[in-house]
C-alpha cells in the first residue's frame, strides 16, 4: 500500500518555505553515515522521503548517486528542480531493483512509514552489506531561544507531537533487527540554524502542523516576531539549536 494521502499530502502549499527555511545537517552526521562505505564516487544511495532534497544534496555534493523517493508532487519537483533524480514511489514500494542500492537514508521523515514492510523494502533494495541511516534534527529542549520557539510554534501540541515523533533507540532497534538488520549504532551531533526574521516565520510556515491561515496562525506569527525581536544579535539572526540524531544499521 502506498503511504496514505494525507500523509503524502501534509506539506503542499509548504514547499518554498520548506526548501528555503528547514536546517540542514552537520557535515560530522554525514561523514558517520558514509564511514567505511567506500569512496562515495562509487556509491548508490536511496534517500526516501527526500522532500526538496535538502539531505539528498549533501550525499550528491560528495559524488554518489542518489536518488530521491517522493510521494509529494510539489516536493519531488522542488527535488527535481535542484537536479536531483527524484522519484514518485514511497517508502514501502520504492519501484527499486532487488539489491541495487549501497545505503538507504531517511532524514526527518521515517516516523511517517515506520513500519515492517517499509524496512523489509529497505533490506529487499539493499546490496550485501549495505546499511540503513534514520536521520532527525531534533529540537534542544535546553536551549532557552529554541524551547520558547517550540512553546509558541507547537500551538496545537498533539499534532506536534505526531509530526515530531522520535522513537528512542529501543523501538527503532527492535524494528530494524525484526527487518533483517544488524549492527544498530546511534550518535548525536550538534546542529544551529541561525535566522532573520522571515527566515523564522518561514521555519514555522514550513512545519505540517502550523496552520497556514486564520486566528492560531496570526498568533504565532505574532509572537514569532515578538521572540525575534527579544532574540536575534547584532546580526538581525537568531540562533536554533538541535541535536541531529543518526541511528545507523547494516544488512549482513
Not at 526527518?108 to 539493499?126: G, M, P, Y
Not at 529554541?146 to 527492535?174: C, F, K, P
Not at 544551529?192 to 510556515?205: I, M, W
Request: glycine share 8%; hydrophobic share 40%.
Amino acid at each position: 500500500m502506498r503511504e496514505p494521502l494525507e500523509t503524502a499530502a501534509r506539506f503542499s502549499g509548504r514547499v518554498a518555505d520548506y526548501a528555503k527555511y528547514r536546517p540542514s545537517y552537520p557535515v560530522e552526521a554525514i561523514d558517520a553515515i558514509l564511514d567505511g562505505a567506500g569512496d562515495p564516487r562509487s556509491l548508490t544511495i536511496a534517500d526516501i522521503g527526500a522532500g526538496t532534497g535538502i539531505s539528498a544534496r549533501l550525499f550528491a555534493e560528495r559524488g554518489a548517486t542518489v536518488i530521491a523517493i517522493e510521494p509529494n508532487p510539489e516536493m519531488r519537483a522542488a527535488a527535481s528542480h535542484v537536479g536531483l533524480d527524484a522519484r514518485d514511489a514511497d517508502a514501502e514500494h520504492t519501484g527499486l531493483d532487488d539489491q541495487s542500492v549501497d545505503v538507504v537514508t531517511s532524514f526527518q521523515a521515517f516516523h511517517w512509514f515506520a513500519t515492517d514492510t517499509a524496512v523489509r523494502e529497505f533490506v529487499r533494495i539493499l546490496r550485501r552489506g549495505g546499511r540503513v541511516a534514520l536521520v532527525w534534527n531534533v529540537r534542544d529542549a535546553e536551549h532557552p531561544v529554541t524551547a520558547e520557539y517550540s512553546r509558541i510554534a507547537d500551538l496545537d501540541s498533539a499534532a506536534a507531537q505526531r509530526a515530531g515523533q522520535v522513537a528512542d533507540d529501543s523501538d527503532l532497534s527492535a524494528l530494524l533487527r525484526n527487518g533483517g538488520l544488524a549492527d544498530f549504532r546511534s550518535y548525536v551531533f550538534r546542529n544551529r540554524q541561525r535566522l532573520t526574521l522571515d527566515a523564522l516565520l518561514g521555519r514555522a510556515r514550513s512545519a505540517s502542523y502550523v496552520p497556514k491561515s486564520g486566528p492560531e496562525h496570526d498568533v504565532i506569527m505574532r509572537d514569532l516576531r515578538a521572540l525575534h525581536r527579544r532574540s536575534a544579535g547584532a546580526d538581525g539572526c537568531l540562533e536554533l539549536a538541535y541535536r541531529t540524531t543518526v541511528h545507523l544499521a547494516a544488512k549482513a
